[in-house]
C-alpha cells in the first residue's frame, strides 16, 4: 500500500458545482495534514492544513478520518481558477516535519 | 514576502556532467528539501537538511548529493548526470516548531539530460 494515495483524476466538472477528494494514508501515527494546490507548471503552495475537527476556509472544507485513515477536501461553487492540481500531503509519523505528498488529483472546472 | 529562489528555470546537460542546483531561501528557516517531480510519481523526496552542514537522506537520494554550507543556501548535486535524471527540480524550506511545517516552494529548475 502507498504511503498517501489519491484518485489522479481528472475531475471534470462545470462550474458551481462541489466537488470532493478522498486521500488516504497508511501511516497510523502521522499527526499533521494538508492539502496544497498546484497549478500548471508552478510549483506547489499550501492551500489549507486539516486538523482532527475539521476546518473550513470559504468554498473548501477539509476533514480527517483518523479511525479509516483518509483526509478529504470538498470544494463548493467551484470556479474556473480552482482548475488545478491537489495534492494531498501527510508528515511521516511521530511529529516529523518530513512530509510525503500524494501524486495529486487533477481538477478541471469548465463553463 | 517569502520566497524561495532556484538558480535556473531550465538547464541542459550532457550524460556525465558534473550538475550543481542551487536553492536559496530568505526566510531563516532551519529545514530544506530537494523533490522531483515527475508525471504519474508526484513529488519524491530526495534529500534535506534541518540545519547547517546536516543532512539526511530522503526517498531516493542515489545519483545524488547536498551541501549546505550557510543556512539560508542548499544545493543538489548531480555527480555524472544520467538520462534517468531529467526531471523537475523543486526546493522548499519549512520552520520547525509544532504547527509550523507548511513548505514554501521555489519555482522549480526543469533539467533535461541529453
Known amino acids: 500500500r502507498?504511503?498517501?494515495?489519491?484518485?489522479?483524476?481528472?475531475?471534470?466538472?462545470?462550474?458551481?458545482?462541489?466537488?470532493?477528494?478522498?486521500?488516504?494514508?497508511?501511516?497510523?501515527?502521522?499527526?499533521?495534514?494538508?492539502?496544497?494546490r498546484q497549478d500548471c507548471r508552478k510549483e506547489p503552495k499550501l492551500l489549507m492544513s486539516v486538523y482532527s475537527s475539521g476546518n473550513e476556509d470559504g468554498r473548501f472544507t477539509a476533514q480527517l478520518n483518523r479511525a479509516s485513515q483518509y483526509i478529504s477536501l470538498l470544494i463548493r461553487d467551484s470556479k474556473l481558477s480552482d482548475s488545478a492540481t491537489y495534492l494531498c500531503v501527510v508528515n511521516r509519523g511521530g511529529g516529523s516535519y518530513i512530509p510525503?505528498?500524494?501524486?495529486?488529483?487533477?481538477?478541471?472546472?469548465h463553463p | 514576502d517569502v520566497k524561495v529562489t532556484q538558480s535556473?528555470?531550465?538547464l541542459v546537460?550532457?550524460?556525465?556532467?558534473?550538475?550543481?542546483?542551487?536553492?536559496?531561501?530568505?526566510?531563516?528557516?532551519?529545514?530544506?528539501?530537494?523533490?522531483?517531480?515527475?508525471?504519474?510519481?508526484?513529488?519524491?523526496?530526495i534529500y534535506f537538511s534541518y540545519d547547517v552542514k546536516m543532512k539526511e537522506k530522503g526517498d531516493i537520494p542515489e545519483g545524488?548529493?547536498?551541501?549546505?554550507?550557510?543556512?539560508?543556501?542548499?544545493?543538489?548535486?548531480?555527480e555524472s548526470a544520467s538520462t534517468n535524471q531529467t526531471s523537475m527540480y523543486l526546493c522548499a524550506s519549512s520552520t520547525t516548531g509544532f504547527g509550523s511545517y507548511e513548505q514554501y516552494f521555489g519555482p522549480g529548475t526543469r533539467l533535461t539530460v541529453t
Open chain 2, 13 to 45: 546537460k550532457r550524460t556525465g556532467e558534473k550538475v550543481f542546483l542551487e536553492c536559496v531561501q530568505d526566510m531563516d528557516h532551519e529545514n530544506m528539501f530537494w523533490y522531483r517531480q515527475d508525471p504519474g510519481l508526484g513529488l519524491r523526496l
Open chain 2, 8 to 10: 535556473s528555470r531550465y
Open chain 2, 64 to 78: 545524488y548529493s547536498v551541501s549546505r554550507e550557510k543556512k539560508e543556501r542548499f544545493s543538489l548535486i548531480l
Open chain 1, 100 to 109: 510525503t505528498f500524494g501524486r495529486g488529483t487533477s481538477l478541471i472546472v
Open chain 1, 2 to 36: 502507498k504511503e498517501v494515495e489519491q484518485d489522479p483524476g481528472p475531475f471534470n466538472v462545470p462550474e458551481g458545482a462541489t466537488v470532493a477528494f478522498n486521500c488516504t494514508y497508511s501511516n497510523s501515527a502521522s499527526q499533521s495534514f494538508f492539502w496544497y
